[in-house]
């Protein structure tokens, strides 16, 4: 070894090596607590006296948690929003207003396909009460119906026949149109109501259905009321017989916005039926939405009140409803925003006939804050579910759209009051005899949230809101009631002496009580400035410490520690590798090996002096006594011992 590699060695060997090229972890801690700028590691090392390093080491445990817990209470409140609201008064949009006949399609029109469906109605009416209904104003015999129809529908009814319920023990029913008794298969009853309590027998009605095939699995839905047993029993066929009419008749069954709309007026100018957009429901027909901004204008207000309104009087002409389908007169509105769905079905108001009625709105804006702060989705781009209203993403299109696919998906068929998926068509029994039994069972995981759509569908982060205040008056008055009738019967182009019953006619007018814009929003309670500056605050308070001193814990706890474990380990696998590569050299033949002598001694083997510190940095001998000095050899002291190689000449010298 060269001279100067072997003083680099000995330096190296014999100072002690602190920081962070520490050998071992716990010299690099006992440096750490030496030299770092918290006061409390360092107090653990000087204090002398084992209490006072243990009221040391107390005091610094318990302020290294207070700062992880109030560092955890600012983090959660980084992740909390403040609401704040703002009020601003300036000229409004006014909303869009859907508008519905609450009968979908006219009955005179329609009876054509429903003849067989009414008239069994009637015969379970006349069967389960014992009375026959009479002949309405306008409806028709339902003897001339098309005898091929009748054959068809006759063969579907049967299949989903209305059942009057014998023993619910027993599972014994009476079918109540041709009074044939059958036996019950299944388990699964479904009351229509469970707060209600079933009394007599013979007052459960209902009807099973049952998986074609397997008929085992079946499922029996019982009513305590006829009246619901009747209506649900019906809207089943109804919506059969419907899904299979071309959308073009349907709307031609339904009602024109000239048949609707008698009177029109918006901000004290006259409108008609041009500035309304014609939509067709399924389950409600033709609507017609006024302000659509399908041509790209939408209208504002800039003057709340009734007289600055929409005001319109709408004809519903009762004589023609469908008396199974629906049991209310009047019509159906929903006010939302232009980019919305009218889900009239759900949120729709109820317009009642021989009414005036006022609704006052209060115009509301709101924002949520997202990820991570609530659980809402901006665009609905990021919900796995596919959009079937062609309209912005909101909770309802989302439920409908995923239960719609579910349908598809399971039963085969869509749903009819939905929106068809692309490549779907409408679930009817012509070509799907079970879909019926598919969807109620499908329906009941939907409700009970079995189906997965409430998971994936999230709430929409801006949403607009208009709050309705709803107010009745009677309409038209009595001392009005003549003249208003007679004028309202001529813009209908009517016969003078055929005048209009109020009953089919309902006043509306949709206003802003004020022009008050109410905006809702989220903020953040905390930025990220204020977070660190809290931060800064708990470690100055519990530790005396600032970023720098963070920045010391980093380098010493997590760089120079893991440096120094993976070293060891780099050199134990190096040593070892070597190790493994070198040859073994033959042992010598065990010799009994002389005491060592003080020269051999290693204590004595560096050529300077001993330190306290190399001391106790060297090996200790084997059988693990402690290192000590001979007794000099005397035999030493001999001189011709030591020189017994002298030339001849000396030795005769020495002897004369």
Known sequence: MAPAKKIKAKIKKTLPVTGPQAPTVSELMHWYCMNTNTHGCRRIVVSRGRLRKFIWILLTLSAVGLILWQCAELIMSYYTASVSVTVQFQKLPFPAVTICN????????????????????????????????????????????????????????????????????????????????????????????????????????????????????????????????????????????????????????????????????????????????????????????????????????????????????????????????????????????????????????????????????????????????????????????????????????????????????????????????????????????????????????????????????????????????????????????DWMLRVLSWDKRQKINKMLNKTDLANLVVFYKDLNERFISENPANNLVILLSNFGGQLGLWMSCSMVCVIEIIEVFFIDSFSIVMRRRWQKMKKWWNDRKAPRPQEPPQVNAPAKEGHDNPVCTDEDLPTFNTALRLPLPQENHMPRTPPPNYSTLQLNAAFTDQLPDTLEGRSH
């Open 102 to 481: 609450i009968n979908p399609y006219k009955y005179s029109a329609m009876k054509e396909h429903l003849s067989e469906l009414d008239k069994e109605t009637k015969n379970a009416l006349e069967t389960l009460y014992g009375f026959s209904e009479g002949k309405s104003k306008v409806r028709r015999d339902a003897a001339d119906w098309n005898s091929t129809g009748r054959n068809m529908q006759s063969k579907l009814l049967e299949k989903i026949p209305l059942l009057k319920f014998d023993d619910l023990f027993k599972k014994t029913a009476t079918e109540i149109l041709s009074g044939h008794k059958r036996k019950i298969e299944g388990s699964a009853f479904h009351q229509g109501s469970s707060m209600v309590n079933i009394g007599e027998p013979q007052d459960v009605v209902g009807f099973q259905l049952c998986d074609p095939n397997n008929s085992s699995d079946c499922a029996v839905y019982i009513f305590s009321s006829g009246v619901n047993a009747i209506q649900e029993w019906y809207k089943l066929h109804y919506m059969n017989i419907m899904a299979q009419i071309p959308l073009e008749m349907k709307v031609n069954m339904g009602y024109s916005a000239e048949d609707l709309l008698l009177t029109c007026f918006f901000d004290g100018i006259s409108c008609d039926s041009r500035n309304f957009t014609p939509f067709h429901h399924p389950l409600y027909g033709n609507c017609y939405t006024f302000n659509s901004g399908e041509n790209g204008t939408i209208l504002t207000t800039s003057t709340g009140g009734s007289e600055y309104g929409l005001q319109v009087v709408l004809y519903v002409e009762e004589a023609d409803y469908n008396p199974f389908l629906v049991t209310s007169t009047g019509a159906k509105i929903i006010v939302h925003d232009q980019d919305e769905y009218p889900f009239i079905e759900d949120i729709g108001t109820e317009i009642e006939t021989a009414m005036a009625t006022s609704i006052g709105m209060h115009f509301t804006r709101s924002h949520k804050l997202s990820q991570p702060y609530s659980d809402c989705t901006e665009t609905g781009n990021d919900i796995p579910v596919a959009n079937l209203y062609n309209k912005s993403y909101s909770l309802q299109i989302c439920l409908h759209s995923c239960f719609q696919r579910a349908m598809v998906d399971t039963c085969g068929c869509a749903q009819y009051a939905q929106p068809l998926p692309p490549g779907a068509e409408y679930c009817n029994y012509k070509k799907y005899p079970n879909w019926m039994y598919c969807y109620y069972k499908l329906h009941e995981k939907f409700v009970k949230e079995q189906l997965g759509c409430q998971q994936i569908c999230k709430e929409s982060c801006s949403f607009k809101e208009w709050t309705l205040t709803t107010s009745l008056a009677q309409w038209p008055s009595s001392v009005s009631e």
